[in-house]
């Protein structure tokens, strides 16, 4: 159940930044980082050295995702039309994004944790999942307007 969830997460984070372009992909961003160093509290100094390794991880986890949608957007779409080989491949080939989103988010602790306490670093992980959370939210709210 839980990769489930991890998957229409992935598929939904993908989703929303893919159609937010433009003027309203950057809006999102700065609301991003205006949230982020509110909820974490960080110094100037603490800044300074934490976005370009943020904003670095950002890139590789982007580049990822955009890995996800190019080999999983049409042929997740409609497993039932692929054969067990096929399916099996796919999956294997969504296993190594995996790892390799896992060793990025691991090499990302590492290296943020040498610039911010390990509880600033908590707060971070706490921080970006409440965006995220209110990010879904919005979005909800504006399609129910429509």
Known sequence: MNKKVCFLFVFLAGFFWSQAQGPVRERIKTLKVAFITERVGLTSKEAQQFWPIYNEHEEQLEAIRRKERAEFGSRASSPEALSD?????????????????????????????????????????????DFKKRLLQQFRKRRQGR
């Open 85 to 129: 080989s096929e399916a099996s491949d796919l999956l294997d080939e969504l296993l190594t994004l995996e790892t390799e989103k896992h060793g990025t988010n691991q090499n990302f602790i590492a290296r943020i944790r040498k610039v911010i306490p390990p509880r600033k670093v908590l707060l971070l992980i706490k921080a970006e999942e």
